[in-house]
C-alpha cells in the first residue's frame, strides 16, 4: 500500500508544477475527456479529400479520419444554420421551440419564431459545466442575431467564456470572424489540466467569402471561382489543423474527443457573378458563385429534407477509444443524440426531467455496431421549390426514409441502405409502409408548438404580435 506521506508529496508536485503541458495531461481526470465540437458552416459532405473531392485537399480533418471513424450516416436535423444548431446543443428538435429556418431580424415574426433560443432548455454546455467542465463558444453563433435587444448572452447558456459572430457580441464580430482558432488555441492552453469543452463554430464555407491572401497563392493556377472556394476550405482545414496542434502541443491530445462535423449541406451555386469591382470584393468578400460545394453525389442541397441538405460529414478523433482509420456506413447519427453521447462520455449523469430526442450512441464512438431505436424527424418551413426543396416533413426509421408535403397529399420513399443518392420513389410498392411512416410523422407534428414562447420574443416584435 502506498504511503500517505508519498501521496502528500506528489500532491504539492502536481500543484506545483501544473502549468507544465506533460504533467496537464499526467493530471488529466480520463473519466472526463475534453471535447472539441467542429461545426462548419454550409460544408458539403463531398466537400473532403478524405470523401472523394477531386480537385479540394483537406489534410487536417483527413488525419480526424485516419486516425478515427468517419461516421457515413451522420443527419443534422434542420437543413439551414439556426435550427440546425439548436439540436446540437439541446438535444431536442428545434421545432419544439419554434425555430424553422436561420433567425432573421424582422423576419422571424412572419415564420412564427422566437428571436433567440430558449436560454432555460437542457444544453450540452450547462451539462458539462455543472459536472465540472469549463466551457467556451467561439466563432458562429446564430442562435439570435447581433443587435436584438433582451437577446441573452451566450454566458446564459453555460458558457464561461465566448467570442462569437451572428450573435449578441457586436464588439467583437468582425475580430471573431477571423480569430476562432486562435481564441480556442487560448482556450486550450489556459485550461491547463482542467477538463474542458469547447465549440468551435467556423465560418467556412459559408458566404460572404474571404479567404486569406496565402490560401488564394496557394490556389492560383485554379480559375478564380474553384480559387476562392479551394482557399476558404483551406482555412477551414488549417484552423482544424491549429487546433489540433494546440492539442498536443498542451499534451491533452490523449485524452480528448474531437469532432468535425457541418451544420446543412452545401450553398447552391449562383451562375453568374455578381458585379462586384475589388474593393467592394474586399470589404464584402465573395457571393456564392463562389459557392462550389459537393455533396458527394446526395440529392439536394441546404434547404433540402433530402439527403444532400441534412447528411454531412462526422468524424470523430478520440485516441485509446476511437479506433483508427474506421469507417462506419451503417450507424445512424444525429444532432440530437450529441448531448446524450457525449454528456456519457463525459460520465456525466442527466436528470430524470432533461427528456431529450436522441439516444445515447456512445458504443458507436469506440468502434461498436449500434442500431438506434428511435425515429428521425424533420420539418421544413423554407424555399419550397423543385425538384428537392418541396418537401415539409421527413421521417427516417432503419434504412427506410419518407418525405412528404405538409398534408401528406405528395410523398416520396426511398431505401437508404441502396438508394443513398435518393433516386428512386418506392411509395407505390410499399403502401402499408408508406400509411405507418405517414402517420408517425403527422402524429410527431401534433406535438409542436405552434407558437413561440413570449419569453424568447424581444420588446419590440412582442409589441406587434
Known amino acids: 500500500m502506498q504511503s500517505p506521506f508519498l501521496n502528500v508529496i506528489w500532491l504539492l ?19 472526463k475527456p475534453n471535447i472539441v465540437f467542429i461545426f462548419a458552416d454550409d460544408w458539403g459532405w463531398g466537400d473532403l479529400s478524405c470523401h472523394g473531392h477531386p480537385w479540394l485537399q483537406t489534410p487536417n480533418i483527413d488525419r480526424l479520419a ?62 458539462l459545466k455543472d459536472a ?39 464588439a467583437r464580430e468582425q475580430a471573431a470572424l477571423g480569430a476562432t482558432a486562435a481564441d480556442t488555441v487560448r482556450f486550450i492552453r489556459d485550461s491547463k489540466g482542467r477538463p474542458f469543452f469547447v ?7 459559408h458566404t ?31 484552423a482544424v489543423g491549429k487546433i489540433l496542434d494546440a492539442l498536443r502541443e498542451n499534451g491533452v491530445e490523449d485524452n480528448t474527443i474531437v469532432i468535425f462535423s457541418s451544420d446543412n449541406g452545401p450553398e447552391w451555386t449562383n451562375p453568374r457573378k455578381a458585379m462586384q469591382d475589388d474593393k467592394t470584393v474586399n470589404a464584402r468578400g465573395y457571393d456564392n458563385f463562389y459557392s462550389m460545394g459537393e455533396t458527394g453525389g446526395l440529392r439536394g442541397r441546404k434547404r433540402s429534407l433530402f439527403e444532400g441538405g441534412v447528411r454531412v460529414p462526422f468524424i470523430i478523433h478520440w485516441p485509446g477509444h476511437a479506433p483508427a482509420g474506421v469507417t462506419n456506413d451503417t450507424t445512424v447519427l444525429t444532432a440530437v443524440d450529441l448531448l446524450p453521447t457525449l454528456c456519457a462520455a463525459a460520465n456525466v449523469e442527466l436528470p430524470e426531467n432533461d427528456a431529450g430526442d436522441g439516444e445515447n450512441l456512445l458504443a458507436a464512438l469506440t468502434g461498436e455496431p449500434v442500431t438506434r431505436t428511435r425515429p428521425i424527424f424533420w420539418e421544413w418551413r423554407g424555399s419550397a421549390t423543385e425538384p428537392d426543396w418541396w418537401p415539409r416533413l421527413a421521417v427516417r426509421e432503419g434504412d427506410w426514409k419518407l418525405v412528404l408535403t ?24 410499399h403502401p402499408d409502409l408508406v400509411e405507418r411512416l405517414t402517420r408517425l410523422a403527422l402524429e410527431w407534428k401534433a406535438t409542436l408548438p405552434e407558437k413561440p414562447d413570449p419569453a424568447c420574443v424581444s420588446p419590440e416584435q412582442a409589441s406587434v404580435r
Not at 89 to 102: D, K, L, N, S, V
Not at 151 to 163: K, L, R
Not at 199 to 205: D, G
Request: aromatic letters at 8%; one cysteine or more.
Open 13 to 31: 508536485l502536481s500543484i506545483a508544477l501544473l502549468g507544465s503541458p506533460c504533467l496537464a495531461a499526467v493530471a488529466a481526470d480520463p473519466e
Open 66 to 127: 485516419r486516425e478515427g471513424i468517419d461516421f457515413q450516416q451522420f443527419n443534422v436535423l434542420n437543413p439551414v444554420c439556426s435550427p440546425s444548431r439548436a439540436a446540437a446543443m439541446t438535444g431536442q428538435y428545434p421545432a419544439r421551440f419554434c425555430i424553422h429556418e436561420h433567425f432573421a431580424p424582422g423576419i422571424n415574426l412572419k415564420r412564427g419564431m422566437p428571436d433567440w433560443l430558449d436560454p432555460q432548455a437542457p444544453n450540452i454546455a450547462r451539462r
Open 132 to 170: 465540472g467542465y469549463r466551457t467556451g463558444h467561439f466563432g458562429k453563433w446564430h442562435l439570435t442575431n447581433t443587435g436584438v435587444k433582451g437577446a441573452p448572452p451566450v454566458s446564459a447558456y453555460g458558457f464561461d467564456e465566448s467570442a462569437v459572430f451572428n450573435g449578441p457580441s457586436p
Open 199 to 205: 465549440n468551435v463554430w467556423l465560418h467556412e464555407t
Open 208 to 238: 460572404p467569402h474571404v479567404p486569406s491572401a496565402a490560401a488564394m497563392a496557394r490556389w492560383q493556377d485554379l480559375d478564380d471561382q474553384r480559387q476562392v472556394y479551394a482557399a476558404v476550405v483551406t482555412d477551414g482545414d488549417d
Open 406 to 429: 405538409a398534408d401528406a397529399d405528395r410523398v416520396e420513399l426511398h431505401h437508404l441502405g441502396d438508394d443513398r443518392p435518393e433516386r428512386h420513389d418506392v411509395a407505390k410498392d
